[in-house]
């Protein structure tokens, strides 16, 4: 099935399997995709990830996703900058999330990285969207 915004479908998917308490989930393969679960990782929201190949060439995926006292360690996780309405902020202007509790996940021209690292880097991007 072809998806015109992979990062909310990433998202949605998260969401939808921690709200099941499910403890993997899979999701098709993109660099891009790849990269918000780097950062993600980096930060201690998800366990891990590893790409599945299939033999029709395609791949997968597969999400290991974190949990302490049987909550999500994600509580919220929210889209910010959408096809239809992109967000960008300068690294003067990055949005805080939960007074720093949370982290923003940004597109940059250095790659796609936290706020903090982006803060560091001195550069702003595309926010993508909120994790707390």
Not at 72 to 85: F, K
Request: glycine residues 8%.
């Amino acid at each position: 099935m072809s998806t015109h915004d992979p990062i909310s479908d990433l998202i949605t998917r998260i969401r939808n399997a921690q709200m099941r308490s499910k403890s993997k989930v899979s999701t098709p393969g993109s660099k891009m995709r790849a990269n918000v679960l780097d950062v993600l990782k980096a930060e201690g929201y998800i366990r891990g990830y590893a790409t599945v190949e299939h033999p029709s060439g395609r791949s997968e995926l597969e999400i290991e996703l974190k949990y302490f006292d049987g909550e999500p360690v994600i509580r919220e996780i929210e889209r910010v900058s959408r096809p239809g309405r992109r967000v960008y902020a300068s690294v003067k202007n990055l949005p805080r999330v939960n007074n720093g509790l949370g982290i923003s996940v940004l597109s940059t021209p250095k790659g796609i990285m936290a706020d903090h690292d982006a803060r560091d880097a001195n550069v702003g991007g595309e926010v993508l969207f909120t994790v707390f």
